[in-house]
């Protein structure tokens, strides 16, 4: 009965110690850690924002402080508006897929970056793949330029081109930049029309 007793205390023991060091390693950890997801969302805006001053990225908040979305302007003074960006997430193969999209302010797709993914190495993670020779990822690339009516998969009868082996991937990703351009374009009232080319 004493040793039950003394086992019991030291496990006790043990349990106090090994949380307060958990405890101190998170402390010390977690400013790392925001500071790493802020320069990422930094970096994220930065793409979709391409033609934004960095210093003019200003957030749209609810009435509880969430975020809805971000406007872009070109100089400091916030007068001169060139797009938006939102959060799009996506429910891919294994994992959340999380895509920062930048739009002019006539809903035409500037930037794009992909923020956060764990989907199958090989497969579904060449979302992200840059292939030789080039400078970002040709399945991000296919977006620039492109409206809310071109966000289709071509398995699904449109112009952006699947990863092989990876049609739930790329789907996630396209359908939920479909639903997020068009849930802010209720937000903010519509887009601009585009301007109108002169007759040759």
């Not at 739009?103 to 764990?118: Q, Y």
């Not at 793949?129 to 400078?135: D, L, N, S, W, Y």
Request: charged share 25%; net charge positive; no cysteine.
């Amino acid at each position: 009965m004493k040793d039950v007793v003394r086992m019991g205390g030291i496990l006790g023991i043990v349990t106090i110690i090994a949380a307060g060091v958990l405890g101190a390693v998170a402390n010390v950890t977690k400013p790392r850690i925001e500071e790493q997801h802020r320069l990422a969302l930094e970096r994220a805006l930065l793409a979709a924002l391409p033609t934004a001053d960095p210093r003019a990225i200003v957030p749209v908040k609810d009435e509880n402080g969430n975020i809805l979305y971000y406007k872009g302007y070109a100089d400091p003074d916030t007068t001169k508006l060139v797009g938006y960006a939102f959060l799009a997430i996506g429910k891919g193969y294994s994992s959340d897929i999380q895509t920062m999209v930048g739009v002019d302010t006539t809903g035409k797709i500037i930037g794009i970056k992909i923020l956060s993914e764990l989907e199958t190495p090989g497969l579904g993670a060449k979302i992200e793949e840059i292939r030789h020779g080039e400078k970002r990822p040709w399945f991000q690339a296919q977006f620039i330029g492109k409206t809310k009516k071109d966000l289709l998969v071509d398995k699904d009868g449109g112009p952006i081109v699947s990863v092989t082996g990876a049609t739930i991937s790329s789907r996630a990703v396209t359908n939920s930049i479909r639903k997020g351009l068009e849930r802010l374009e209720k937000l903010i009232g519509g887009f601009k029309q585009p301007a109108q080319q002169p007759a040759a």
